[in-house]
């Protein structure tokens, strides 16, 4: 995975794991199913605005909250290519890379970025692109390990690539 | 440089002399960690590794919380997936309904954690053995996978804000009001990434059970883990709950801190905080007339037996308000029988709450507890986001036992302090 390109679904600070796959639907795993209720207690027009490829932007403390890996999963199945923020909350950040959902950390495209911007993110160079504005943004580089785990797509690949 | 306490863990546990804050590490684990939530998606997970089986049966803990008794046929369905996992793996620290507790409360009784120790949970209040001195953290299903698996985790070893706490509690103020009031100060990404290391004179002063609390809400302030030092009364409490003698860390005399925070205990006061953040910290002086329509006192921050003591302290003779619900849940079942022994579940049945068995139920919205359109609770759990406890429009009020029970008498949100 090389790219990202989609159209921005803007959120705050501290946007937790509650909200984005409320606990009433914990009862099940799978994938598909937790993407019908994706962000459903912040933003109920979610499930039907979000297209294949679009990318989260929010601001501090991404995913706070339950260590739900559901979480980064519903988010990840509903069709999110990448999720930028200011920071994440460490359980979240984690479930995220094991999972293979690229996630990116940048104050600045956190605070410039506005909801339906085009934005492209390269992953090789961790640069922002907002190609509406016509911004670049640095994001930050994850640490060569971490790297490791992302490019095998998550971290059982990676444990059983070792 | 001098280490921190949970960097002299991490070392020890990674095979190291010394680590330092940002630095990558893996740690041998001592205790793996999984619920009735978060274990299934673990163990679909494992079918994906080449290696088959667990690493050490007995240093994984499975135990279904949550949902248990199971609430509807789905989550009886991930029981089911959990037991049987539990059963084919022959892991030792399975338990099932009428043995289990509430995860966090239930570990540390069973004696299965020791200082020094490292230890994940897929749950994010696995911080909790802080109050221990071990370290102890949260994460997802898929390390927890790979936890059993291997008996190994990364780490990005952490940087430590240090707090010290001098004095001691005044009466009917706990160790809730401290983490909330702490959380208050510093905000709910206040310790993102970092360890909260409690420590000074005003340590000694907390109960085991006040420190517990304290330490499972080190998340909500963003932490990796909380931790306090090990004193006499840890170890007392580790040899009447049979845990390994362990090994007893302590920070190092120059350990780099990056801010410390001073805290007089005898200063606080009863502490909540309102919707929808944990950092929405006040006293109450700053506490306008707010009515209420349900209290819940018990998961795994305040579900113990000093919790349901204080809370039974302000209930006896006295009676919930009519309109208001009260639901007390002792978190394990041996507190359950020593709340019965000690006849506070009469005192809870005749002021007009509701017992439950253990279960995380109402704290997320499970069941046992959900909130409809607009009511209001305040509640001794740990999370009051935006429609946590049930509907979106619902409101919770985090608060101490005590609080919660002085709630429940007059209908609004009350000073425990004048009980």
């Given at each position: 995975m090389q790219a990202a390109n989609g159209t921005v679904l803007r959120y705050g600070d501290n946007v937790d794991t509650d909200v984005i796959i409320p606990a009433r639907y914990l009862a099940t795993g799978d994938p598909a199913e937790l993407a019908k209720h994706c962000m459903e207690d912040i933003d109920r027009e979610f499930v039907t605005k979000v297209q294949r490829g679009d990318m989260i932007v929010a601001g501090k403390n991404f995913g706070c909250g339950s260590s739900r890996e559901h979480a980064p999963i519903a988010i990840k199945a509903s069709g999110i290519s990448c999720v930028i923020a200011e920071t994440f909350a460490r359980i979240f950040y984690r479930n995220a890379i094991n999972i293979g959902l690229p996630i990116v950390e940048c104050k600045e495209a956190s605070e410039r970025i506005h909801a339906g911007d085009r934005v492209r993110v390269d992953f090789d160079t961790g640069i922002i692109t907002d190609e509406t504005t016509g911004e670049t943004f640095r994001g930050q580089a994850f640490p060569p390990f971490m790297q490791k785990i992302i490019d095998s797509e998550g971290l059982i690949n990676y444990i059983n690539s070792k | 440089m001098g280490m921190t306490m949970t960097q002299k863990i991490l070392a020890a546990h990674a095979g190291l002399s010394e680590v330092e804050a940002g630095q990558l590490i893996e740690a041998d684990l001592d205790l793996v960690l999984g619920n009735d939530i978060t274990a299934p998606v673990a163990i679909r997970e494992m079918e994906k590794f080449r290696k088959e089986g667990v690493f050490d049966r007995d240093k994984i803990a499975l135990v279904p919380d949550h949902f248990v008794p199971a609430k509807d046929i789905r989550s009886a369905e991930n029981c089911k997936c959990v037991r049987e996992f539990a059963k084919k793996n022959k892991i030792t620290n399975y338990f099932e309904v009428g043995q289990m507790g509430i995860e966090h409360a239930l570990l540390p009784e069973k004696g299965l954690i020791a200082p020094g120790d490292v230890v994940i949970g897929a749950?994010?209040?696995?911080?909790?053995?802080?109050?221990?001195g071990a370290f102890s953290t949260g994460v997802g299903s898929t390390d927890m996978a790979a936890g059993m698996t291997t008996g190994k985790a990364w780490f990005k070893v952490p940087s430590a804000i240090q707090f010290r706490l001098t004095g001691s509690l005044p009466p009917r103020v706990s160790g809730k009001d401290v983490i909330l009031h702490i959380i208050g100060m510093i905000g709910v990404d206040g310790a993102l990434y970092q360890s909260m290391e409690f420590t000074g004179e005003g340590v000694a002063a907390l109960s085991m059970d006040d420190r517990f609390t304290i330490a499972n809400m080190a998340i909500e302030a963003g932490a990796k883990n909380g931790i306090f030092p090990v004193d006499e009364q840890t170890l007392r409490y580790e040899r009447e709950h049979g845990a390994a003698p362990g090994t007893v860390c302590a920070a190092d005399p120059d350990a780099e801190y990056t801010r410390v925070i001073d805290i007089d205990?005898?200063?606080?006061r009863p502490t909540v905080s309102f919707p929808h953040?944990?950092?929405?910290a006040r006293t109450f002086e700053n506490i306008p007339d707010i009515r209420i329509d349900q209290v819940v006192i018990g998961s795994c921050t305040n579900g113990r037996i000093s919790d349901l003591r204080a809370a039974a302290e302000i209930l006896r003779g006295r009676h919930v308000t009519e309109g208001v619900r009260c639901i007390v849940i002792p978190a394990t079942e041996r507190i359950y029988l020593e709340a019965m022994e000690e006849g506070l579940l009469r005192i809870f049945i005749e002021a007009g709450a509701v017992v439950s068995t253990p279960t995380c139920g109402p704290c997320l919205g499970g069941y046992m507890g959900i909130l409809a359109a607009g009511e209001r609770c305040v509640s001794t759990t740990n999370r009051n986001f935006v429609g946590r406890m049930g509907d979106v429009s619902s409101e919770i009020y985090l608060a101490s036992p005590a609080t919660a029970a002085a709630s429940a008498v007059t209908g609004r949100i009350t000073d425990p302090t004048g009980f």
């Open positions: - | 749950d994010s209040h696995t911080c909790t053995y802080g109050a221990l205990l005898c200063a606080l953040l944990p950092e929405n």
